[in-house]
């Protein structure tokens, strides 16, 4: 009966997934948040904003954007994407990251998964400014309810000179949220 139980539960989630291209899956499972779900930066769900923060290369990055200054998005169906910018309409600010991440599967809220790959473009402000990084480990997943609820969280904590990762590693703690 428990086994019968769990493909109902499983099925259920299912049925009541509503997915699009740019809107992950929820489930209302709803529990405690760890790990790269639980860390900071925070975008809580009262107001569209995208928050980078940390280090690479030694140096500071703070990007913070909300409204209409954003031009980020994911894509989370069989596979997913996130991108910023999300369109080539709009030039980023001198302080924003160009940053493009994928991982392997679709993800419900609640769900956590590495990064399989992407790139960055350190901003104007940096004292490497334009210089690009292969994207080569991290973490992303979707925050179920409380305050972010549906959050995109991330963490990108390795990444190599070039965009094809044939360079050397560079010292990185870059961690962010999209809502």
């Known amino acids: 009966m428990a086994d ?3 493909i109902w539960g499983f099925a259920g989630r ?4 509503s997915c699009s291209l740019l809107i992950a899956c929820g ?3 709803g529990g405690a948040m760890t790990g790269v779900l ?3 930066p925070h975008c809580p769900t009262d107001k569209p904003a995208l928050k980078i923060e ?3 290369a030694g140096a500071a990055i703070v990007d913070t954007r909300a409204d209409n200054d954003i031009n980020a998005g994911y894509e989370n169906a069989t596979t997913g994407r996130f991108a910023t910018p999300f369109v080539s309409l709009a030039t980023l600010e001198s302080n924003q990251l160009a940053l493009t991440f994928t991982w392997p599967h679709a993800l419900f809220y609640g769900d ?3 990064i399989s790959g992407g790139s960055l473009t350190l901003p104007a402000t940096h004292p490497q400014a334009g210089a690009v990084y292969c994207v080569s480990q991290g973490q992303v997943g979707f925050v179920d309810g409380g305050s972010e609820d549906g959050a995109l969280k991330f ?4 990444v190599k000179a070039g965009a094809d990762c044939s360079g050397a590693p560079a010292a990185v703690d870059l961690r ?4």
Not at 14 to 17: E, N, T
Not at 176 to 179: A, K, N, P
């Open 54 to 56: 940390g280090t690479i």
């Open 112 to 114: 956590t998964s590495a």
């Open 176 to 179: 962010g949220c999209d809502q």
């Open 38 to 40: 639980a860390q900071a």
């Open 4 to 6: 019968l139980l769990g």
């Open 27 to 29: 489930s209302s499972d």
């Open 155 to 158: 963490a990108i904590t390795e």
């Open 14 to 17: 299912l049925m009541v997934c």
